[in-house]
C-alpha cells in the first residue's frame, strides 16, 4: 500500500542500515511516505545479482517499487589474478548486467524511477592496511581492487546512465572532490564510515527532489496528528482516507 | 516475500529510523532475513491508532507481517488539564484500546508475534527546559504529563500482555535501573537519545531472540557469496533457490 523504495546492490547496500547508514537515512526522510526495503548482497557482483532479479522483483508483482536504486561494480571490479578474483566480471558484461537488471525493471513498472550509482574510489593503502590486519605476514602483497579499475566500472555506469537517459551519482569521482576521501569516507579502502555513506545519502536525495518522488512532494498516508479534533477524531479520518 | 515485521507506535517509532535508532538497528540485525517496517505516527494516542488498523493492516493481506510491535502510550498518558490534554486517552480506555490492536493483528495472522512495549518514563524537569527551549516565558508551567501517570500505563500494558500470554517490554522501568536515566536516555525528558534507543533495541531483539523471529536462526534468502563458484554460478542458486 505504501509505494516502496528498493535498494539493490552489494555489501555497500547491505550495510546501508548501520549506525550512520545512507538507508536508514532515507529510510527517516521517507517515514510516513514510503517504505526502504534493503535488498543488499554482500559480495555479490552483477553477475551473480542476475539470478536473483526474477526472484526478487517479480514480473507479476502487484505494487512494484516506485524506485530502485542499482549499486554494483565494487565487486566485478576486483582484479584478475589476485586474490578476490572470483568476484571480478569483465568491463563490458558488467554494463551489460547493468542494463538487463534496467530491462527488468522498467518491464516491472514502465514509470519506475532507476538511479545507478558507481562504485566508491579505492584506497589501495586501506585495502592493504584492512588485509594485514586480518592475514598479518600472509596478506597479500598486491592489491585486489585499484582506484583506476574501478573508476574504469564507474565510467561505464555513468554513459549507461547517459545512454539511457536514466539519473546516476558518479560517487567514484563524487568522494574524490574531497581532500582526505581515502580516511574520511572509508573504513578499510573500499565500505563506506558514516562520513561515506551521508555522500551516499546527500546524492540520492539530490536526485530524488528532482522528481515526483521527494518526500517532501508526497502526500502524508493518514492525518497528521495536530489536526485530529479531540472530541471528534473520525473527521480528520473520514477526510483524507475515506476509506478507513 | 521477505516475512514483514511491523513497529506500530507513536513518535518514538516515527523517529526509529533516525541516528542510533532502535528501528534501523532492527532492519540492519534481519538484513536478508526480514523487512522492518516503520509504521510510527508521530502524536498519535491509542484512540486515533484504531482508525488505522483496517487502513494498515488488511485482514484480506495475502503476506501479514511476522511480527508487530505495539508501542503506544505516551500521548495516551498525557494530563487532562494541561497544554497536550488533547491527546489524552483514560487508563482503562488505553488497556482495551491495546486489546483490540493485539486481536485485529491474531486475526489476520493467528501466528503472528506481537510484543508490547510500554511508554519511556517521563523526566518532568527534562519536559519543561524543553518547553522553555520553544517558548520561553510562555511554556506551560505545569508538567503536561508526569512519570508517575506514565508507569500507570505502563503497568496497565504489562499486565495485559501477561493476561494474554504474549511478550512485553516494561521500558518505563528498565531505564530507571540506570542512574542518570532522564539525560542519558531521554532527550527531551520523552523522546529517546540513542542511548534510549539502544535500550528498546536491546530489549526488543532479546525477546526475539527467543522466538523462531530469531535472525540467526531465520534462514538467508539467496546463497551466501563465498559458496558461490566463480565457474559455475548457477550451482549454488539451483541448491538454495530452485524457482530460480
Redesign the interface.
Known amino acids: ?1 505504501r509505494p516502496q523504495i528498493v535498494l539493490f546492490g552489494d555489501s555497500i547496500t ?2 546501508s ?5 545512507w ?3 532515507l ?2 526522510t521517507y ?2 511516505k514510503a ?1 526502504i ?2 535488498r ?5 557482483n552483477t ?2 545479482a542476475l ?2 532479479l ?3 522483483f517479480s514480473l507479476d508483482a502487484p505494487t512494484p517499487p516506485v524506485a530502485v536504486t542499482i549499486f554494483f561494480g565494487a ?1 566485478d571490479a576486483a582484479l584478475l589474478g589476485r586474490t578476490s ?3 571480478h566480471v569483465p568491463l563490458e558484461e558488467y554494463k551489460e548486467n547493468l542494463r538487463k537488471m534496467i530491462q527488468h525493471f522498467k518491464k516491472c513498472s514502465p514509470s519506475v524511477l532507476v538511479l545507478l550509482i558507481t562504485p566508491p574510489p579505492i584506497d589501495e593503502a586501506g585495502r592493504f592496511e584492512y588485509a594485514r590486519s586480518l592475514y598479518g605476514d600472509k596478506a597479500m602483497q598486491l592489491p585486489e581492487r585499484t582506484n583506476e579499475v574501478a573508476g574504469e566500472y564507474a565510467k561505464q555506469c555513468v554513459e549507461l546512465a547517459e545512454e539511457l537517459g536514466l539519473p546516476s551519482v558518479n560517487l567514484w569521482s563524487k568522494m574524490q572532490e574531497t581532500e582526505g576521501w581515502q580516511r574520511k569516507f572509508l573504513s578499510d579502502g573500499l565500505h563506506l564510515t558514516p562520513d561515506g555513506n551521508a555522500i551516499v545519502y546527500q546524492e540520492v536525495i539530490k536526485v530524488f527532489n528532482e522528481t515526483s518522488l521527494s518526500a517532501a512532494k508526497m502526500p502524508a498516508d ?1 492525518p ?3 489536526i ?1 479534533d ?1 472530541q471528534k ?2 473527521k480528520a ?1 473520514q477526510l483524507q ?1 475515506p ?2
Open positions: 500500500m547491505e550495510q542500515f548501520r549506525l550512520g547508514g538507508g536508514a537515512a529510510a527517516d517515514t510516513r517504505d526495503l534493503n543488499g548482497y554482500g559480495g555479490y553477475r551473480w539470478f536473483l526474477h526472484h526478487l565487486n578474483e572470483r568476484q493518514v497528521h496528528h495536530s485530529i479531540g477524531p473520525e479520518f482516507c476509506t478507513i
